[in-house]
């Protein structure tokens, strides 16, 4: 399964990365089982990337982390929202 | 199109004298408009740098202002973002709505900013002399949100 992955606001700038395209393993189908999976690419991203400080939509849908990952889906990790 | 993401600055009063000529129905618009505060929790701020999700956040703000719509006779509506590094008392963002009745429009772009606040993929970095540092949802601004559901 392929899947674009998008980076915003905090993870984005500590990560240095906007945008990568990965081949996810089997076995991670869901959103939290993803972020586990990024967490083991180094200290950098187990601190980064955990539930409480990141936030994540697929499909340009905020969505939780028991959400599905289907292939070629777009999926963005971020800091919460401040906008306006 | 009546969501605009942009880096520019905006008039207000441009904004309003379009919306004005929408309609000879319209009887009154309401605008807010948010601005750059040099004090973030007693820290001066030098400057913010506002990111956006492009695709997604037109998105979300189309969707709001389709809601706000169901809820209110809202005859136009007018999103501005803006993104990039802004200054202290730089205007970020404009809401503005056009009623043929005052009640309606104030509803109207108090929903919009509300949601907006919660819902809308932005960003803000604010860069402090201490250092940068990513602002998150505030409470406060998720309770005002979440105030609509309960009055309706």
């Known amino acids: ?84 | 199109m009546s969501v605009s993401i942009q880096q520019e600055d905006f008039d207000v009063g441009a904004v309003m004298a379009e919306m004005r000529a929408t309609s000879n129905n319209v009887g009154a618009m309401v605008s807010f408009v948010g601005l750059v505060r040099d004090l973030s929790y007693d820290e001066r701020v030098e400057n913010i740098f506002v990111e956006h999700y492009p695709g997604m956040s037109e998105k979300a703000l189309g969707k709001i202002i389709v809601e706000a719509k169901q809820r209110w006779d809202l005859l136009a509506v007018k999103v501005i973002h803006r993104v990039g590094t802004l200054g202290p008392n730089d205007q970020i963002v404009l809401v503005a709505t056009a009623s043929s009745h005052r009640g309606h429009a104030f509803s109207g772009c108090e929903f919009i900013i509300d949601y907006l606040k919660t819902d809308a993929p932005f960003w803000k970095k604010e860069v402090k002399n201490q250092g940068q540092e990513w602002v998150v949802t505030k409470d406060s601004d998720v309770q005002r949100m979440q105030r609509w559901n309960r009055q309706n």
């Open chain 1, 1 to 84: 399964m392929q899947i674009d992955l998008l980076y915003f606001g905090r993870p984005g700038e500590n990560l240095k990365l906007s945008h990568e395209t990965v081949q996810l393993p089997a076995g991670i189908n869901t959103l939290g089982e993803l972020l586990a999976w990024l967490r083991l690419r180094g200290d950098n991203w187990a601190q980064e990337l955990t539930e409480t400080r990141v936030r994540c939509a697929i499909n340009q849908e905020f969505a939780a982390w028991a959400a599905q990952i289907r292939d070629r889906d777009e999926v963005a990790l971020f800091s919460p929202i401040s906008g306006g």
